[in-house]
């Protein structure tokens, strides 16, 4: 049975499964949502892209999306029980020492959706290189190549590694838009406060841990994605 500390009474609103984050509103611990706050740099970045698209040298626009994505509770639920969200039942299979249960058109959806024009997916889980090397190839995940965020190269500045680490790939990269897929995330305080900062140039999700991402929640992202450079993302469900 997996237990999990009830979610902060502070932030800037829920994430549901699928729910964006981004509302441009802050966070004060002790009382709560507080007003509009100022605009981190990382976040002026986003917003500026989002409103005025990078062009290439013939003038087409190029919008660029970062998916970072985690393996447990999101690709990989824990101990699901019957059919899955996506219409048949889960997948099982075994990885030396780990076995992981899956959605194969889950994982079908995600491999269409990492193809498409722009958009570079990310691995951020406590997986780290175990992920591209032995789970994809058992899951049939096209995701050997994705980039790989670890625990070891961040300085400690926040509580959870992930937030440390999506923080910088966003600086060293500088794509228009960001899709954050976690579990955790509705439980971590600091994570949905830094988003909400963000404004609409990132989307939050975080699914059942014992569901995975569901066809709702993939649809959202991939709206996310089409809605294009200058769109705001969705509006919040289950506020």
């Known amino acids: 049975m997996i237990v999990r500390p009830a979610p902060p009474a502070a932030r800037c609103c829920r994430l549901a499964d699928g729910g ?13 949502p507080t ?4 605009p981190s740099p990382v976040r002026r970045r986003l917003e500026g892209r989002a409103a005025a698209p990078r062009q290439k040298g013939d003038g ?5 999306t970062s998916v970072y994505l ?10 699901p029980e019957g059919a899955s969200d996506w219409g048949t039942d889960y997948d099982y299979a075994d990885i030396g020492l780990l ?25 951020l889980t406590s997986w780290e290189d ?8 058992a899951i049939g995940l096209d995701g050997r190549h994705w980039p790989v965020l670890r625990s070891g190269g961040q300085g400690g500045v926040h509580d959870w590694w992930k937030l440390e680490a999506i923080q910088g790939d966003i600086e060293r990269h500088r794509p228009a838009r960001a899709v ?9 305080e600091a994570a949905v406060a ?33 809605a294009g450079a200058g769109t705001a993302p969705p509006h919040p469900t289950g506020a």
């Open 130 to 137: 175990l992920a591209p090397k032995y789970l994809c190839r």
């Open 60 to 64: 087409q626009t190029v919008d660029s």
């Open 194 to 226: 830094w988003m909400g900062f963000m404004g609409r140039g990132i989307l939050g999700v975080s699914p059942d841990p014992r569901r995975g991402i569901s066809r709702a929640g993939l649809g959202r992202i991939t709206a996310f994605l089409d």
């Open 70 to 79: 985690d393996v447990d509770g999101v690709l990989c639920p824990f101990g």
């Open 20 to 32: 964006p984050v981004g509302n441009g509103w802050g966070v004060n611990p002790a009382t709560g």
């Open 99 to 123: 076995g992981v249960h899956y959605a194969p058109e889950l994982v079908d959806a995600l491999n269409v959706l990492s193809r498409r024009p722009g958009v570079r997916f990310v691995w």
């Open 35 to 38: 007003g509009p706050c100022q």
């Open 180 to 188: 954050w897929i976690d579990d955790q995330l509705d439980f971590e």
